[in-house]
T-cell receptor, first 113, second 113 residues
Framework: NAGVTQTPKFQVLKTGQSMTLQCAQD?????MYWYRQDPGMGLRLIYY???????DKGEVPNGYNVSRLNKREFSLRLESAAPSQTSVYFC????????????FGPGTRLTVL | KQEVTQIPAALSVPEGENLVLNCSFT??????LQWFRQDPGKGLTSLLL?????REQTSGRLNASLDKSSGRSTLYIAASQPGDSATYLC????????????FGEGTQLTVNP
């Protein structure tokens, strides 16, 4: 099992450009999540998908959109990138049930100039 | 507001020392608490998950305890090694929709040879 995979690993954008971050998991997990990690602010939830076909906003959704393409894949889109979106983005997944762990991908380091 | 705090932000110890990392949370009605390890430039690796009904969990040299009434969890690392150097994060699931996690900012641990 590859676990949770993310592409790309690194990306540099100019202000106003758009891009999509890809995430896939091969563990048959129901729930998937997108977080961003910034120095001094810890990890904050952007969007999540509790199950295939559903998506909901997290703590910091502004400027982002998501798509739960199928049970395996959950993508994060930046329509018009801003310097404030410079961050490390992590995707995670979790099996159904309250007492199960979240598993994280390796992250995408995004710089917006 | 439901918040998670980790103090200290950084800790440096000599090899072989037993150490305790602290995590506090503002609302005792948790479903579970998860401890993670993050190496520089890497994703998060789950170490232990404690369910709300449990008092502690052990994995190798790691022992995590939970005291809901006082809003605290500790991660005990026995006989620390330089390879334990990393940032340790705790995260709480308060049973919200999608089993969302709220993270502390982490404790950066350095174990000196």
């Amino acid at each position: 099992n590859a676990g949770v995979t993310q592409t790309p690993k690194f990306q540099v954008l100019k202000t106003g450009q758009s891009m999509t971050l890809q995430c896939a998991q091969d563990m048959n997990h129901n729930s998937m999540y997108w977080y961003r990690q910034d120095p001094g602010m810890g990890l904050r939830l952007i969007y999540y998908s509790a199950s295939e076909g559903t998506t909901d906003k997290g703590e910091v959704p502004n400027g982002y959109n998501v798509s739960r393409l199928n049970k395996r894949e959950f993508s994060l889109r930046l329509e018009s990138a801003a310097p404030s979106q410079t961050s490390v983005y992590f995707c995670a997944s979790k099996p159904a049930g309250y007492y199960n762990e979240q598993f994280f991908g390796p992250g995408t380091r995004l710089t917006v100039l | 507001k439901q918040e998670v705090t980790q103090i200290p932000a950084a800790l440096s110890v000599p090899e072989g020392e037993n150490l305790v990392l602290n995590c506090s949370f503002t609302d005792s009605a948790i479903y579970n608490l998860q401890w993670f390890r993050q190496d520089p430039g890497k994703g998060l690796t789950s170490l232990l998950l404690i369910q709300s009904s449990q008092r502690e969990q052990t994995s190798g040299r790691l022992n995590a305890s939970l005291d809901k009434s006082s809003g605290r969890s500790t991660l005990y690392i026995a006989a620390s090694q330089p390879g334990d150097s990393a940032t340790y994060l705790c995260a709480v699931d308060w049973g919200t929709s999608g089993s969302r996690l709220t993270f502390g900012e982490g404790t950066q641990l350095t174990v000196n040879p």
